[in-house]
């Protein structure tokens, strides 16, 4: 029978007000989103409902116009960049940190890991410092480095709780086999650890990709970044092409999304299959 079979009028009162409570808040942080995508399809350069007609004009300027098009380019270049770095050294260090006789190994996770924790504009600020005496500002260099800075949490973080569940005799045995270490881990760990290298490569391609603050303070004209253009849109010229960019975040965050739950879901089949 039922859980709910059992609950007094009280609780099942109070079960139908939590769901009430839960899909309003909901509504409520979504309206903004659905209320956007409509406008990018409005065929008048105005935001107003009702819309008098449907239009891809707006999608057609944010793929023809020269700046909205070298941002989007920009935007594409320096994230893949920054998930490569970032999946490399984030995945180094979590197969360190992993280790039980690494010594400081809280110390130092709470070093990777502080990006996340301090304002972005305290990040930036003091990036525009350093770099100032390093030559790196108003460069494609600077910039991946930045933004390599604030993702490589997400693929530590994603990676350490992969390796949670690891089972460090593999490892062992293969090297008991004579397997030299490059061969452990590609045969061995990698296979296993994929998931969360994936899902962490995601993160800090949307983590790159979304980021606006430290271009604002980093970046030239010609560094210039999609969320960086949609800024100085609304600042200078407001544009329904904005929304239509805006858009197309949105579809790409969704699609990020569906992704790390196939992850998740394709991570507890193996360890169920284990």
Known sequence: MHANSYASPVERVWAVAKTIICGAILLFLIAPILVIIPLSFNSVPFFTYPMPGFSLRWYEDFLLNPSWRLALS??????VFTTILATVLGTVAALGLSRKDMPFRSLIMSIIISPLIVPVVITAVGLYFFY????????YTGLILAHTTLATPFVVITVTATLAGFDQSLSRAAAGLGAPPLTVFFKVILPLILPGMISGALFAFGTSFDETVVVLFLAGGEQRTLPKQMFTGLREQISPTITAAATVLIIMSLLMLLTLEFLRRRSQRMRGAE
């Not at 100032?132 to 460069?139: E, F, I």
Request: proline share 0%.
């Open 132 to 139: 100032a005496d390093l030559g790196l500002l108003n460069s």
């Open 74 to 79: 920009n935007s594409v270049f320096v994230a």
